[in-house]
């Protein structure tokens, strides 16, 4: 395999450590989404940080709700995480009008737009407004995107993304090997590269359309390279991805990236950059969160004479 992707192209590259990028001032984002069980309807808590060290962070927020006839569980799901994405690149511009432009932008999640996105499926049954109303909001995220890309442009500011859990298979589908070999890219290149390597780079946007998906009009097109961020070997290496602007500065990012990526037990936080790290540990709603807001919810309503029968808890709860 690697003979393979060697004769189509693929060339590892060693990355230089720079101690001096622990200093930089990084706009980190990160969001989080937790399903609330009622039988009620179908509800969601959604919610995004971006934080910078010496500035207060900008936090956004939201409930979704939708009846329980309109989607079925999957698509629900799809339907309050892609606004919660949506929410991240959101509190970055956010954070950049409110305190100022940050040496660089690092978020959580692709900057591409993947052909889900692009065309959500139909499912057979799914009412036809709950089907625009999914792909409106999948247009949006890639729309919200492409805004904190162009600010970022204008400003010149780097911006690039961090993909940690990675199922495509665009690497395999730009080096025209995707028929031949059945693996994804990331456990390719968890086979391939050692800690401190990154591959070249390839265009994501001209992958995904060469694997079927529609030509979607962008600000810029993107960009990405897989780095071994890592010394576990049981942690895969990460895709990096950028806007075009910042072709030819894969160096400085991938030194960025590994410099302050943090080694650590915690396999949610090894090999992903300290920016994203922070804001994902203050961003996520854990189950503890969720249970503080029933318990104020469940109280609030016991003060008021509410049937609290009508919360319809599926997972039950009690105030001790």
């Known amino acids: 395999l ?5 004769d189509k192209g693929l060339k590892i590259h060693n990355t230089a450590r720079d101690e001096g990028m622990w200093s930089l001032s990084a706009l980190g984002a990160d969001a989080s989404s937790c399903p609330v069980p009622m039988a009620l309807a179908k509800a969601a808590f959604i919610s995004s940080m971006a934080l910078r060290e010496e500035y207060p962070p900008i936090i956004l927020r939201d409930l979704i709700t939708v009846s329980h006839d309109e989607m079925a569980s999957r698509e629900f799901k799809f339907y309050y995480q892609v606004q ?18 940050p040496k660089c932008v690092v978020i959580d999640g692709p900057l591409s737009a993947s052909d889900l996105l ?39 500011i780097p911006v690039f993304s961090v993909v940690k859990r990675c199922t495509s298979r665009h690497f395999m589908a ?5 028929d031949i070999y059945p693996y994804t890219d990331q456990f390719i290149f968890q086979q391939l590269i050692e800690y401190g ?16 998906a529609e030509p979607f009009p962008r600000f810029s097109e993107i960009y990405g390279f897989y780095i071994k961020t890592s010394r576990s070997p049981l942690t895969p290496p990460i895709r990096v991805e950028y806007p075009q602007y910042l072709h030819g500065q894969e ?23 300290k ?25 609030t309503m016991l003060e008021e004479g509410v049937n609290v029968k009508l919360l319809g808890l599926i997972w039950g709860f009690t105030l001790e």
Not at 252 to 266: K, N
């Open 2 to 6: 690697r003979e393979s992707l060697e």
């Open 84 to 101: 919660a994405e949506a929410l991240i690149p959101a509190a970055c511009i956010r954070h950049i009008e409110a305190h100022g432009k």
């Open 118 to 156: 692009i065309r959500v499926p139909y499912r057979k049954g799914l009412k036809e407004e709950a089907h625009k109303e999914l792909q409106d909001k999948a247009h949006q995220l890639i729309r919200v995107r492409d805004q904190l890309i162009q600010k970022c442009y204008e400003m010149k």
């Open 174 to 178: 730009w080096y025209e090997l995707k």
């Open 197 to 212: 390597q990154r591959t070249n780079p390839i265009s994501i946007t001209q992958a995904i359309e060469k694997q079927g």
């Open 251 to 273: 160096d400085w990012i991938a030194s960025y990236v590994l410099t302050t990526s943090l080694t650590t037990y915690e396999a949610e936080f090894d090999g992903l950059p």
């Open 275 to 299: 920016a994203i790290c922070l804001a994902h540990k203050d961003a996520k709603i854990t189950r503890a969160i969720m249970k503080e807001i029933y318990r104020r919810g469940i109280t």
